[in-house]
Structures are given as structure tokens and as C-alpha cells.
């Protein structure tokens, strides 16, 4: 509470003519007197200016010492990102450090990776991750194969330099001989669809890529993603518990002895974690979700919503292809299975937005840059026996569509593809 009014001096330089020198003394107003007036950004420094001034420096409180948890969100905050990202290496390549510890460390890397000036230093002898990472998809454990599948697609968004450095390391070759033992394994649909991100991100605009994802038959495994009946969806996993934790829905402790198990951990970890800007305990804080998720109990994501979301992903990482390259557009047109399959998705899924995103391949597929070669990919889609009733089918269901919004676009759409398969 601020005493009564002060008087505080002011002393000009000798010589000083300027208005400030024709002052009288000013005094700090109390709160009743600020009360009810609006304060602008420049009035409240000249409030805090005169009031700490009108308190002598002998009178000040001083400032207090500076505790361990300061000088360690100091350390934290102050240390440069390379250093930080070598730490997060270190932890994750240690054969004493636990899955938790190897986790958190992952989840941090993936944090500093969104940066590209990040991304391009891991392969410097300062970071030296690139490689472990890499690595790391064969790992045995499956959240740490998802979660370096899940930084090697960060780093490589827009990334040339990134993709670079992952072509020097067979990236293409590597990503899908482990999008196929995923497919093998029945794992989890979320590290299936990580991998399918990070390819995505290494064929974007990037012709040595592309070549070798053709030469090694990559679609033949993105066609068998799009293909899967709800059989085989249910036999892949759904989230393990530990993805939980990192994405903060709610997962299953299988059993009381590994809830156990993880209560009498006290395996040191890294207390830098600050890819929410917080110095936390990472085993303190994964086994407080975990007690929390036991008590509130299980909400998985359904299988279908993951295939879903992963095909999605495939729908446009093909519209990313046809849109850098006319070739693709001809691929895909020739593809008779695949198409056929999106055919497919587009008459029996019940997700509008990939409906629109099918559309909209089948749109461009029909308009490349080169018109010398539209009439080949017109000749290729006609051939296509259903595709006028498919769409003649989704013109008529969208009638009933009460988003309003999404019908004109998918009308639109419908229409464009309609005339130009007329011409």
C-alpha cells in the first residue's frame, strides 16, 4: 500500500534551459487519487519512475539471492539449442537411460526440431543426431520408432537442406523398410501414420526422392493402407500408454504392477524438459497423468479414426505430388488400383473433408500444366466405368447435407470434374 503523497525534487544540470528545469516538485499520487482515471502505458512509467525515486537507496529492500531453481530455469532458458538437442541425444542414446527418460528426451528434440536453423544442426558434430535418430526406426520399442519417425517429418517440412541430409543416409529406403515392418507388425496406426508424414515431407519437391520411392514400389505400400478392410484395421494396435502421456489423451495402466512398477522408478532423468517452458521432473509428471488417466479411466481414439486420419494424410500427400509435377497426375491416373480405391473411399466414407480432398486430386489430376497431356489422363479417367455414376451419386447425396458450406464447395467441385470429362 502506497504511504501518502511525496515530494520529489527535481535537479537540473547546470546550464539546462529546457522546460523539465522549470518544474516544480512532483509528487506520487496514492491509489485513491489513481482510481477511476485511465492509465496509459506512459503514465504507469511515470508513476513507477517518481515512486522509486521517492524511496532513498539505504531504505530499499534488497534483492534477494539467487536460489537453485532459479539459476536452473537460468541454465535452461540461457543455454544455446544445440547444447540442449546434444542432451536430449545423449539421454536418448545412453543404454542406462529408461524408456521414460528416452521419451521425454525424444518429445524435447521433436520441440527444438520445428526450427529449420534446429533441424539442419543435427547432423553437425555439435548435435551428431541425425544418425541415432535415423536409427532409432528400428528400434525395438515402438514409442520410440513413432517418435523418431515423428522428428525426422518435423525437420523435413520444408526443409531442403534437412532432405538433403536425409538422402545422404538412404532416407527414402530407410523410411519405408520401416513403414513396411510396421505394416507386418500390426503396430500402431499413429506410428504408421508418422512415417507416412515423414515420407510425405521428403518427397515434397524433391526429385531423388520421388525416383526412389517409384523404384522401390512405394505406393504398392501406400495402396495397402488406402485398401485395408475394417478386418485388418482391427488388428492393428491402437495407442499404447505411454502415447497418451505425450498427447495428453486419456490411455489404459494394463496392469496394477506396472502401475506399480512405475510409482518406485527413480532412475534420474532430464529435469531440462522445457518444450512447454517448464523444468519438471519427467518422471514425477508422467506418473501423475498416469494415476490421473487410471482414475478417470479409458478413451482410446477408435482404430477407424486413426486409418482415417492416415489416409487423409496419403489423399494429400498424392495432391502435394500432382501439384509439383504433371508426370504424377498421369501416374495416378494409370494407377488402376489405387484410383480405384479412392474411387472407392469417395463413395463410401462418410468424412466430408476427404470427400473434398479426393475431389479435389480428381480435379487436378485433369488439369496439368502441359496440355498435350490432358487428353491421355482424360482417356485414362473415362475408362473408368463408375466414376460418371459415383459422381452423380455424391451430386444427389449432397442435397441432403446440412453443411451448407461444404455443399456448394463439393458441388462445385463435382460440376468442374463434369464438364471437363465431357470436352
Known amino acids: 500500500m502506497l504511504g501518502p503523497p511525496v515530494q520529489v525534487e527535481y535537479k537540473p544540470d547546470e546550464g539546462d534551459s529546457s522546460e523539465h528545469a522549470q518544474q516544480t516538485p512532483q509528487t506520487v499520487p496514492t491509489p485513491e487519487e489513481m482510481r477511476g482515471t485511465p492509465i496509459s502505458a506512459t503514465r504507469l512509467l511515470g508513476f513507477a519512475t517518481m515512486a522509486s525515486s521517492s524511496v532513498p537507496t539505504s531504505e530499499r529492500r534488497p534483492l534477494r539471492p539467487l536460489k537453485d531453481l532459479d539459476k536452473q530455469w537460468l541454465n535452461a532458458m540461457l543455454k544455446p539449442d544445440a547444447k540442449k538437442m546434444r542432451e536430449c541425444i545423449d539421454f536418448f542414446t545412453n543404454p542406462q537411460s529408461s524408456i521414460q527418460a528416452k521419451l521425454a528426451a525424444l518429445d524435447e528434440l521433436n520441440f527444438y526440431a520445428e526450427m529449420r536453423e534446429n533441424a539442419n544442426n543435427m547432423k553437425h558434430p555439435t548435435v551428431d543426431g541425425l544418425v541415432p535418430i535415423v536409427d532409432g526406426l528400428r528400434n525395438e520399442n515402438e514409442e520410440i520408432r513413432m517418435r523418431c519417425a515423428w522428428i525426422l517429418a518435423t525437420a523435413l517440412q520444408n526443409n531442403p537442406e534437412f532432405q538433403q541430409d536425409m538422402m545422404a543416409l538412404d532416407g527414402m529406403h530407410r523410411l519405408l523398410e520401416s513403414l513396411s515392418l510396421e505394416l507386418i507388425k500390426k503396430s500402431d ?185 490432358q487428353p491421355e489422363i482424360l482417356n485414362l479417367l473415362r475408362s473408368y466405368s463408375s466414376l460418371k455414376t459415383i459422381l452423380d451419386n455424391q451430386k444427389a447425396q449432397l442435397e441432403k447435407n446440412p453443411d451448407t458450406g461444404m455443399k456448394e464447395i463439393l458441388t462445385q467441385l463435382i460440376h468442374e470434374i463434369q464438364e471437363i470429362l465431357q470436352m
Open 189 to 373: 496406426l499413429e506410428t504408421v501414420g508418422k512415417i507416412v508424414y515423414a515420407i510425405s515431407s521428403l518427397l515434397h519437391l524433391n526429385p531423388k526422392a520421388q525416383e526412389d520411392f517409384l523404384s522401390s514400389h512405394g505406393f504398392e505400400y501406400i495402396s495397402q493402407i488406402v485398401r485395408m478392410s475394417p478386418e485388418e484395421i482391427l488388428q492393428f494396435k491402437t495407442h499404447s500408454p505411454l502415447h497418451a502421456v505425450e498427447t495428453g489423451e486419456p490411455q489404459t495402466i494394463k496392469t496394477e504392477e506396472e502401475a506399480t512398477a512405475q510409482e518406485n522408478r527413480t532412475e534420474e532423468v532430464p529435469r531440462n524438459i522445457i518444450a512447454h517452458i517448464e523444468v519438471v521432473d519427467v518422471d514425477e509428471k508422467i506418473k501423475a497423468k498416469e494415476d490421473y488417466y487410471k482414475k478417470v479411466g479409458v478413451k482410446k481414439e477408435a482404430p477407424f479414426d486413426l486409418w482415417l486420419r492416415l489416409v487423409n494424410k496419403i489423399v494429400f500427400m498424392m495432391f502435394k505430388l500432382m501439384i509439383d509435377n504433371d508426370d504424377y497426375k498421369v501416374f495416378f491416373a494409370k494407377h488402376k488400383e489405387l484410383t480405384d480405391t479412392m474411387l472407392h473411399l469417395l463413395e463410401t466414407t462418410e468424412d466430408i473433408h476427404l470427400k473434398e480432398k479426393i475431389l479435389q486430386n480428381i480435379r487436378t489430376m485433369l488439369s496439368p500444366v502441359d496440355s498435350n497431356k
